[in-house]
């Protein structure tokens, strides 16, 4: 059976947050929502449709990148493989006879899993900084870091360092930003 994969438009729920997992892995996940527009046939005036909310998950330095850039109300763009979660709530309800009972109800949820995660330039401006993680190596990795494991050598990245300067519009002073 293939994956899923699946491009999600939409605006960040709540500002992210970076996890660590038991085995040293750096993840976040955000919930995003994406609200279709619709055409009222009868009136002709455009409108929101029903939202759908996605939890997107980020692991490693892209997580990283994910916590440091966006922040709630942001617009996305995010690129992943579907998942399909099930899960159980039990809540509280009060019966007829005014007795408080435990009920399980399962619910289902929308996940796109290993997510890239762009602003979506189509709503605002967005600037590039390239990042520079602390070096994490394997354990029983050789002494010297990157470079004793080929760092620099042909299809073996090597350390970053310089951040890239966005080229600059020919007529930037004439937009005006828009907080969001």
């Not at 290993?114 to 900084?129: C, E, H, I, K, Q």
């Not at 870091?145 to 020919?170: K, M, N, R």
């Amino acid at each position: 059976m293939s994956d899923v994969n699946v491009t999600v438009v939409g605006h960040v729920g709540q500002d992210p947050t970076l996890y660590t997992s038991g085995s040293g892995t750096r993840w976040t996940s955000i919930r995003v929502a994406s609200t279709r527009r619709v055409r009222d046939p009868r009136t002709g005036e455009w409108g929101d449709g029903p939202t759908m909310w996605f939890t997107v998950r980020s692991f490693g330095d892209r997580a990283l990148n994910v916590v440091e850039s966006l922040r709630k109300g942001t617009p996305v763009v995010v690129s992943g493989r579907l998942a399909f979660e099930e899960y159980e709530v039990t809540k509280e309800v009060r019966g007829a006879d005014g007795a408080v009972h435990e009920v399980s109800e399962t619910r289902h949820a929308l996940a796109v899993e290993n997510a890239t995660v762009a602003v979506d330039v189509a709503r605002g401006v967005a600037r590039y900084t390239r990042t520079v993680h602390t070096e994490v190596l394997p354990a029983g990795a050789p002494a010297g870091g990157a470079a004793a494991l080929g760092a620099g050598q042909e299809g073996v990245p090597g350390p970053v360092e310089e951040d890239v300067e966005p080229d600059v519009l020919e007529h930037e002073d004439e937009r005006q930003a828009v907080p969001v």
